[in-house]
């Protein structure tokens, strides 16, 4: 490629790049949240709304997430009951977002929130995965893995608990309290190495 044609390249992705930065912001994320875990979908309207507020969450299947109707929570779908929460006092500033608790994998997918007063729509993609396990190798090679759920104990993590307890014994019998520390309440406590 010659450098005309880099150039040229370059220019085009600022191009693009500038003209996403101009055009009407689309409302679409996507959020990721993890099962068990709770994940907050914004929704936030930039004007102050004047009361009452009303606005709708749909997801995927239309169910509904939550109605606000005359700035108080509404209806909701029983798969939502007793997981969905609003922030009603927030309303007025025009943020309508909610926190969804417990996820589950059936929660995934697109979700909706509209605010028909001022024609506002929010569109937001919500992504559930297992909690990531967390993998931890010692110098031995021997690979440990903690899953969320508790935590796994293998020979080569034994072994070291064993190696690193042996010098700290040793240093503890070692310790010897100096009689003349002991009687004395005020003073710091000196501990000699015997």
Partial sequence: MSSCQHSALCILVVLMCLLCTL??????????GF???????PCVYSEQLSEPVTAFWRDKDDKVVLDII???EDKIDPKFKGRVVSFPDQYKNGNLSILIKGL???????YDCNIPKVDYQAKMTLKVTEKPAVKLTFKTG????????????TASSIHLLTLLSAPLFALFCSLK???????????????VLG
Avoid: M, Y
């Fill in 70 to 72: 005359n700035s108080r």
């Fill in 104 to 110: 589950r994998a059936d929660d995934a997918g697109p």
């Fill in 177 to 191: 309290f100096s009689p003349d520390t002991l009687a004395s309440s005020h003073s710091p406590k000196t501990w």
């Fill in 23 to 32: 055009c009407p912001a689309s409302s679409q994320s996507v959020r990721t």
């Fill in 35 to 41: 099962i068990g875990d709770e994940v907050l979908l």
């Fill in 142 to 153: 021997d690979p440990v893995s903690v899953s969320p759920r508790g935590a796994a104990v």
